[in-house]
């Protein structure tokens, strides 16, 4: 059975930063593409960022470049999403997924993030 | 990128099948056969419905079907059910700098 579960999230002060974890198990983690999605409280879903198999390209939505960086360490079958600078408005539920044909076909629980002095 | 348009909500009685609707351009919806589905449970993870316009994946229900014309993409539930009510969400690949982009969601009320 694929299992996605998250950690790391929390309260944190806006400028502050946070690392979000995704461990794997249940399938193949390093012949999969992985995003991050966040759900923002009563709000609609926002792919975040993206990483392929080997970690060689990364891409992200625009609000979040130069502050988050994903990664992935295939032998721990682990996603990351280090988030600098964080801002009120990344308050949100994020999830990690495993992205195949452009869709994300397994999603973790999700874990929570607020943003708030 | 502005998220894709899908009516706030959409609601049927057991037994009849209604259509969502999920609105686009031509950089995302009407350029690429990448347009996913998702179903959302409050409190719960998103669920993968379709993919690839049309695709269903393994285990979800084949009452669930997918479609897609112009800049338009469709969902269709057929004999609706009471475990159906939830909120949808489309997403579609996009040519922008967002890569994907995903929809404003539909709440379906089973009446």
């Known amino acids: 059975e694929v299992q996605l579960v998250e950690s790391g999230g929390g309260l944190v002060q806006p400028g502050g930063s946070l690392r979000l974890s995704c461990a794997a198990s249940?399938?193949?983690?390093?012949?999969?593409?992985m995003s991050w999605v966040r759900q923002a409280p009563g709000k609609g879903l926002e792919w975040v960022a993206n990483i392929n198999q080997d970690g060689s390209e990364k891409y992200y939505v625009d609000s979040v470049k130069g502050r988050f960086t994903i990664s992935r360490d295939n032998a721990e079958n682990s996603l990351y999403l280090l988030m600098n600078y964080l801002r009120v408005e990344d308050t949100a539920v994020y999830y990690c997924?495993?992205?195949?044909?452009?869709?994300?076909?397994?999603w973790g629980q999700g874990t929570v993030v607020t943003v708030s002095s | 990128q502005s998220a894709l348009t899908q009516p706030a909500s959409v609601s049927g009685s057991p037994g009849q099948s209604i259509t969502l609707s999920c609105t686009g351009t031509?950089?995302?919806?009407?350029?690429?056969?990448?347009v996913s589905w998702y179903q959302q449970h409050p409190g719960k993870a998103p669920k993968l419905m379709i993919y690839?316009?049309?695709n269903r994946p393994s285990g979800v229900s084949n009452r669930f079907s997918g479609s897609k014309s112009g800049n338009t993409a469709s969902l269709t539930i057929s004999g609706l059910q009471a475990e159906d009510e939830a909120d949808y969400y489309c997403?579609?690949?996009?040519?922008?700098?967002?890569?994907?982009?995903f929809g404003t969601g539909t709440k379906v009320t089973v009446l």
């Open positions: 690839g316009v049309s």
């Open positions: 031509s950089s995302d919806v009407g350029g690429y056969n990448y």
């Open positions: 997403s579609s690949f996009t040519r922008s700098s967002t890569f994907y982009v």
């Open positions: 249940g399938f193949t983690f390093s012949t999969h593409w």
């Open positions: 997924a495993s992205w195949t044909y452009h869709s994300g076909d397994h």
